[in-house]
Structures are given as C-alpha cells and as structure tokens.
C-alpha cells in the first residue's frame, strides 16, 4: 500500500506561481520503482492529466494545456515529487492530485490508470 499527501496548494493571482509537493510513503515501498503522475480536476469538468515523470529514467511529461509553464520533478532521497506551476491562469483552477504506479503505466504515463491516488490539495487562480 501506498500513500500520497499534496501540499502547496492555495490562492494565487494570475501570472502568479505555485510549487505543488507530494510525499509517497509505504511499507517496502520504493519510491524510485514508481512513476509518477499530476493530475487536476475542476468543478464540472473530467480529471485531467497534467504532467509525469517515470521510474526508470526520469523522462518527464507534460499535458498540452501546461506546457512551457508546468514543470515535474521527482526527489528520490525525499520520497517528493513536485510540480512547479508558472504563469498561472485562471483556468488552472482545479482541485490538483499526486498519483503512483509501480513501474509503467497502462497506457503511458499520462493516462489515469494509477493504483495509488492522493486526496488532492486545492489551487485557485484568480484573475
């Protein structure tokens, strides 16, 4: 079993940035054997991926909605994986979550087929 705690979100102007951090832990569980996945959902509208880092390489993924502006990074030693979020609009509010797959995804690793899932950290952007 493993869990995922996000924190870093809240209110932010447009324009404005915010750094998202989610903690895995587990019994055995090895952070570095999992890939890692952003998502986001808004009142109304279907769960969509944002960004995704893997397990093996650390090849990153970016949702075209955030791309050029929205940065995922994972620290191994910490158990963390961040998603740094720039130029902000309001249209990325959303209630945002970590997710976890032990090694590759179904699907790839922008897909929502992760068995682990947090319970979300809330980013308003206001304009």
């Known amino acids: 079993q493993v869990q995922l705690v996000e924190s870093g979100g809240g209110l932010v102007q447009a324009g404005g940035s915010l750094r998202l951090s989610c903690a895995a832990s587990?019994?055995?569980?090895?952070?570095?054997?999992?890939?890692m996945g952003w998502f986001r959902q808004a009142p109304g509208k279907e769960r969509e991926s944002v960004a995704a880092?893997?397990?093996?390489?650390?090849?990153?993924y970016n949702g075209d909605s955030v791309k050029g502006r929205f940065t995922i990074s994972r620290d191994n030693a910490k158990n963390t994986v961040y998603l740094q979020m720039n130029s902000l609009k309001p249209e990325d509010t959303a209630v945002y979550y970590c997710?976890?797959?032990?090694?590759?995804?179904?699907?790839?690793?922008?897909?929502?087929?992760?068995?682990?899932w947090g319970q979300g950290t809330q980013v308003t952007v206001s304009s």
């Open positions: 587990g019994r055995t569980f090895t952070f570095s054997d999992y890939t």
């Open positions: 880092v893997t397990w093996s390489d650390d090849r990153t």
């Open positions: 997710a976890a797959e032990k090694w590759q995804v179904p699907g790839g690793p922008l897909s929502d087929k992760y068995d682990y």
